[in-house]
């Protein structure tokens, strides 16, 4: 029978990008590749291609387990310099002589997804953790596109998240998982530079990690040209095709691996978020405008707003939230991070505004 249902590959797609020093010059230049295995540079399925900024190859070759190298060489553009080489999260070391760059990358027990295209920011606290994906026009891929690109999308998703996480503080949702061993709230947005992973259409995720991943509730949250949350898809984790689409306040309540409600969310006609949890209060994340950033509420009753500022090109995000009751529990956090990978390299934390 021919369509089984459970395949494997021997084969790995391990993705590597040049940065270019110079960005809007287009024209990929000569890559050469040897290797003691069967290996090669695949063009299939767009996976080859250049953006503003960057070059991205992908190489196709068997899973082996150690001391696996390929050597490449790329040849010299007379219009622009490789600043960088990344591959897998981590900065490649090369020697530029010759007219050629040369370096070497190990595939030794690769697996899984390529992460080369990530550049994700990522906070934890108990029982919450956060990620923020560094997206950039510069190097949009798969479905995404200079002409369509979903910025106010990418912002508004940044500010549900950070909105989420201060809701949830409130709630003492991240404090309870943690406690009694039920996982964690994982908080991510979207993604529009990674071919292989085409994160569309724009969406923010407020998933209930389980322990052991299997069972998790993922709600896809998906967001329209405005701003505002329009749809919430659950898929859960780790068992293929099982989804549901909530209708506009129909409540999405998710439960621990034991069956317990732990907290429910659905959402509301202007576009925004309501989130409980038995016996507690019912919170409310408004829809995210470009001025104001995202408001809270408590029981109606409005607590504070929060407003996110991401520079991409010097690997800043500044956050506020001013707490309308209290200005004491009004803070600012800056965070920096490396452009490329997103890999945070400093946390400032000011708790006197």
Known sequence: MSDFPYKSSKYRYTAIRFIKNKKGIF????????ADFECEITKENGLYYETDGEIVIYIKHFILKDA???????????????????????YIAFDHSNNKYIFQIEISGLLGPTRTLYAHSILREDGITLRVEENDIG???????????????????????????????????????????LGYILLL??????????????????IFRWPYFCGSQAPHIYID????????????????GVCRKYQTLEWCKMVDMYGADVIA?????????????????????APYIR??????????????????????DNGQIKLLWNNSDCIQ???????????YTGTITKIELDDSK
């Open 225 to 240: 040209k405005e701003g505002k949350m329009e749809s919430n898809v659950t898929y859960i984790d780790g068992i293929s």
């Open 139 to 181: 190097r949009c891929a798969g479905k995404y596109d200079k002409d369509t690109y979903p910025q106010t999308q990418i912002e508004a998703s940044v500010h549900y998240t950070f909105a989420a996480r201060e809701v949830l503080r409130h709630m003492g949702i991240g404090k309870y998982l943690h406690d009694n061993n």
């Open 27 to 34: 024209g990929i230049p000569k890559i050469n590749i040897s």
């Open 329 to 339: 529990s009004s803070y600012k956090e800056i965070i920096e991070y490396d452009q």
């Open 291 to 312: 001025e104001d950033g995202v408001k809270v509420y408590c029981d109606e009753r409005y607590i504070g707003n929060i407003t996110v500022k991401n520079d991409i």
């Open 68 to 90: 696996c190298l390929i050597s490449i060489d790329v040849e010299d553009s007379e219009e622009y310099e490789i600043k960088y080489i990344l591959c897998e999260g981590k």
């Open 265 to 285: 969310f659905r959402l509301v006609e202007d576009g925004g978020m309501e989130l409980t949890s038995p016996g507690g209060n019912t919170y409310k994340i």
């Open 189 to 206: 947005g979207f993604e529009t530079c990674n071919e292989l992973h085409q994160d569309y259409p724009p969406h923010w995720h407020l």
